[in-house]
């Protein structure tokens, strides 16, 4: 938020010590205790809108941070062997949650996903690390996405996410399971 009119502040008899604030499409309302000074309101001001941009941050990962985030589950669960080019998001994700080029080493996520919790994220980003070695969806595919610890949490809350939305979306396992390319070497497959 770049100007103060973008800030509504509400002051509460009710409210005796806590102050929070939230997002309300383009504008922050900060609700504060109604005892409250007006030097005390900037300073809580300040605080509250640096604490939003903080959690909207971690929330809402720029490209380069999906990037470097998807290098360091490749280290964690594909021993650095799954390496894409670009990790970006995308708007034109109409049936999937993201998607993987294994030709070009390219993935991209759906900004459906921004905002949802990070073990989320990080779910979807291993599913699209691990069509870097298995295009299709079959046993084998599975068995590398099972690496990642919460991913059955993760479907579920994709699945909740898309039901509620009233979206067509899944990743159920094709009959098909092509290895790609690119083989998994020292990964443990």
């Known amino acids: 938020m770049d100007s103060e009119s973008a ?3 509400r002051r509460s008899p009710k409210r005796r010590s806590t102050v ?3 997002r309300d499409g383009e504008r922050t309302v900060v609700l504060i205790p109604a005892r409250m000074s007006r030097a005390e309101e900037r300073r809580w001001v300040a605080v509250m809108l640096e604490r939003l941009a903080t959690q909207e941050t971690r929330r809402k990962p720029s490209d380069a941070t999906l990037l470097e985030r998807a290098g360091e589950l490749s280290a964690r669960y594909f021993n650095g062997a799954a390496d894409p080019a670009t990790v970006r998001w995308v708007t034109n994700q109409r ?3 993201g998607s993987c080029t ?4 390219s993935i991209r996520l759906s900004t459906r996903l921004r905002g949802m919790p990070m073990y989320v994220v990080d779910y979807v980003l291993v599913h699209e690390l691990a069509h870097l070695f298995v295009a299709g969806h079959g046993p084998h595919f599975w068995q590398l996405v099972a690496r990642y610890p919460k991913a059955e ?6 699945e909740g996410a898309a039901a509620s939305a009233g979206l067509d979306l899944s990743d159920e396992a094709d009959e098909d399971d092509e290895i790609a390319q690119l083989e998994l070497t020292g990964a443990g497959a």
């Open 20 to 22: 929070s604030a939230y």
């Open 7 to 9: 800030v509504e502040v």
């Open 153 to 158: 949490r993760a479907r579920g809350y994709l």
């Open 95 to 97: 049936h999937r949650w």
């Open 102 to 105: 294994p030709s070009d080493r």
